[in-house]
């Protein structure tokens, strides 16, 4: 888009619940009222509804996603994976649609994504933020035929997807923290959230949420944010094209999918270790029952962390927040 | 209650979306009209609401439930579980109630108990057949801090706490049919559903749904069923008081439970293999991937089924139908 034209957009996202005068964006962005008035005209030919009232001003109305079916399937090479997938402008959660969706019958490898995610999940019911239009707000959801406690592996196996997938598209190398971040330089730019609806020996579905920032700019992150977060975009400096990276993202999740199907967790395993940060460093795990510092060992078959400590006693950490020095 | 009056509402029962006339009544039970009119009268003290019409004759429109928090709770010992409990008349199935709880956030060991569930859910999407008044239909609901691994653990727990339960109160000794069947003299008394909610590393909750038979008489059963279930009220003689069995069985739950949560599986584990059918005997395993036909050697500390086939190889059985040659 048209760097000015992209100007009169932001202006008006701004003030999505006042009018701005056609003066007022003239001087903000320093170009003719006319300019302005075409960026406007431009703006609704690729979809956006900007309402027009004199001596008033200009508002945005409605805003098209650009999370279109139609623009990912052209890229897609998977062969089950998003066949069916549903994408939504504002959700309070892709999580809870995948759920529905599951419970009303869908097909193994639905994809679920929006634009806009009101409560997105993060692990332990925390919040995920997740701007319009930045992110890939994604659920996947699968019937797998798994006993219950391989259920943390596809948490890793969809980490080492996404670091592949990443790479494949933008040549940028991200790192895994365990157990479901992906991380750049230290900064988060994915997490990962799966769930689980099961009986005891036989799993109904799992569903895996991908919350990845694409095209965050440093102004989408608030203060609190700012010094933990990043995107694609900010490390690789331009925009992307999210539904061709979806498309990349899900192809890897399937290959990788197939392969632990078919010979188990052992190579997704191995895969992970390349990618992962602070094994064999000095870490702090958080959790529930209390903190543990020790040395990253490695993770197991099941994929659960295990932890050295001073003693020499080996913890196996089922769910904690992980902390490594700062380096 | 009184033998005739049972047989008056059996018949009302049977003939529920029409009139069963007061002559029709006496002539069917060789009762006279006015005997029919009391037994009606005594009913309707008793809770049932029944239509009278003239020339067309009666109509019952409702039976109260006998399962009632208030009925139960003087028996009942526990510390938390049952602590918040509800009663149905009549619903599909207590678990899709106790789902609903879960997630409005009803309190770790909330129970739902009903007389009459529609569609009672078995293992692997199959039914339970639940007809009125004569089981325990009940959903178990818990918010434990455990690994997704040890959920089947619960099931082998729950089959425990209700063979110490039933021996306590009535004294039978029943068995139990890896993974989920309580058995008597090879037929079926009662059968679990453990279902889960949670995070690769955190677990929501759990819904432990038990449909135990309990006053049903051989005429409740219909043939397919005759030759494989029972009921407690069968094999022991007499009607049992649902309300008093509910509240002991629960207070075995806790105890059980309370245990595993301190000191792990080992103890259940041992408790578990004292009751168990069929261990140490040929069996047939029937599973999504094949069927497996060896000796039961023993659970694991999961609380999976090993089973070593002719060749010694050991099979660990997660999911399966068990078959053991008849004696």
Known sequence: MNENRERVLDELLQHRDSFLSGEELSKRLSISRTAVWKHIEELRRDGYTINAVRKQGYMIKAVPSSLEVSAIHPFLETEFVGKEMYTYGEV??????AHEKAKSGAASGTVIL???????????GRRWHSPKGTGIWMSLMVKPYLPLSAIPQLTLLTAVALVRGIHQ????????????????HGKKLCGILTEVQAEADQVNYVIIGIGMNVNHQEKDFDESLSSIAT??????GKKLDRNKLIAVLLKEWEILYQLYMKQGF????TLWETYALSLGQQITARTVQGNYTGMAKGITDEGILLLEDEQGT?????SADIETPKT
């Open 92 to 97: 309070m959660s892709t999580q809870l649609i």
């Open 169 to 184: 598209e933008i040549g940028l190398e991200v790192q895994i923290k365990w157990p479901n971040d992906l991380l750049f």
């Open 266 to 269: 052992s190579p997704i395993k």
């Open 231 to 236: 995107s694609l975009r900010i490390e690789k």
């Open 114 to 124: 929006a634009d806009l995610q009101t409560q997105g999940k993060a692990r332990l």
């Open 314 to 318: 080996i913890h196996k950490i089922y």
